[in-house]
């Protein structure tokens, strides 16, 4: 399954529209309306344009931030906070304000995309188990149960998607918002993560996920919910492509890590040839891709 692409030529070539590094903008929150694509830089979560403009920085004063998640209204992010008593999530408004903790020992926070609820992960009694609750912090529900860890829970249309190491190896898994109805969708060697919804060649949607084979070699790949098919999206043997994003959109963004690493978008059905980059630097992750406007 593994082909060797190269898309360094066009990175290049895309090089010359990149904006300044994360930091360079003084514009006020804001000011340029659209949608966005966060991402974390050293520990502090950031927001910029599709088109690479207007980088804002959101969250700072020093505390570990991590895994933002877009609010369906494309202004709330949740996002993962390290604290000494354990990983918490708190939402922020990315247009102004200041952070409010949502949860405590909670992480990997995604939003149902009507922004009725709220996923996110939970370790108690040493068990690692995708969890729910309201908009508010409240009615908290345990969604899985499993023995083994459930992680990187990713909120779709109508399935949740998430990663499981059930049998051993990191494979990603759907189930219905009620967690019910528990699916493998991913098998195999090597490990996968990092799911994200996207609109497939089929009639429905697919997973993209992060594969990562036995040598450490990390590309992109996706699984049609129907029938298990997988498709390569970004397979290339220069640089790892990790933690891919997008919000049930034909298109997505990830993580390309080289000595300086990029955030890029591309469009599914042709990655090779829409690649841009967004920003670059060095410290860039978790890139999060806000849900378009109906």
Same mark, same amino acid.
């Given at each position: 399954? $593994? ?34 694509? /966060?991402?974390?830089?050293?520990? &502090? ?9 207007? &980088? ?6 020093? #505390? ?14 949740? %996002?993962?906070?390290?604290? #000494? ?19 405590? $020992? ?10 009725? /609820?709220? *996923? %996110? ?14 908009? &508010? !912090?409240?009615?908290? $529900? ?19 998607? %998430? ?12 189930? @219905? ?8 969708? @991913? ?16 009639? !429905?949607? &697919? ?15 996706? =699984? ?6 997988? %498709? ?14 997008? *919000? ?17 978008? #591309? ?7 829409? /690649?841009?980059?967004?920003?670059? !630097? ?6 999060? =891709? ?5």
């Amino acid at each position: 399954m $593994r082909r060797s692409r190269t898309i360094i030529a066009l990175c290049a070539a895309a090089a010359a529209l990149v904006p300044p590094n994360a930091g360079s903008s003084a514009s006020p929150k804001g000011v340029d309306p659209g949608p966005r694509i /966060a991402y974390v830089l050293d520990g &502090d979560v950031w927001t910029v344009l599709t088109d690479g403009a207007d &980088d804002q920085q959101v969250t700072s004063g020093g #505390a570990k931030d991590s895994d933002p998640s877009w609010h369906p209204d494309g202004v709330t992010l949740a %996002f993962t906070r390290k604290t #000494a008593n354990g990983p918490q999530v708190w939402v922020v408004d990315t247009t102004g304000g200041s952070p409010v903790r949502l949860l405590k $020992r909670a992480s990997d926070p995604s939003w149902a995309l009507d922004g009725s /609820a709220i *996923a %996110f992960v939970r370790k108690k009694k040493g068990n690692v188990d995708i969890w729910a609750a309201d908009p &508010d !912090g409240s009615n908290r $529900r345990r969604l899985t149960s499993s023995p083994a860890a459930d992680i990187e829970p990713a909120w779709g249309p109508k399935k949740i998607a %998430f990663v499981s190491r059930r049998g051993g190896r990191h494979s990603i898994w759907i189930m @219905t918002p009620a967690g019910r109805k528990e699916r493998r969708l @991913t098998a195999g060697t090597g490990k996968d993560r990092s799911p994200a919804w996207v609109v497939g060649e089929g009639p !429905g949607l &697919d997973v993209l996920y992060e594969h990562i084979e036995p040598d450490g070699d990390h590309d992109l790949q996706s =699984v049609r919910v129907a029938d298990k098919a997988i %498709f390569p999206i970004l397979v290339q043997s220069i640089d790892d492509d990790v933690t891919p994003s997008s *919000a049930a959109l034909t298109w997505f963004a990830f993580v390309r890590k080289a000595s300086t690493s990029r955030i890029i978008t #591309a469009d599914v059905d042709a990655p090779k040839t829409t /690649a841009r980059i967004i920003v670059s !630097g060095s410290g860039l992750k978790d890139p999060a =891709v806000a849900p378009e406007s109906p």
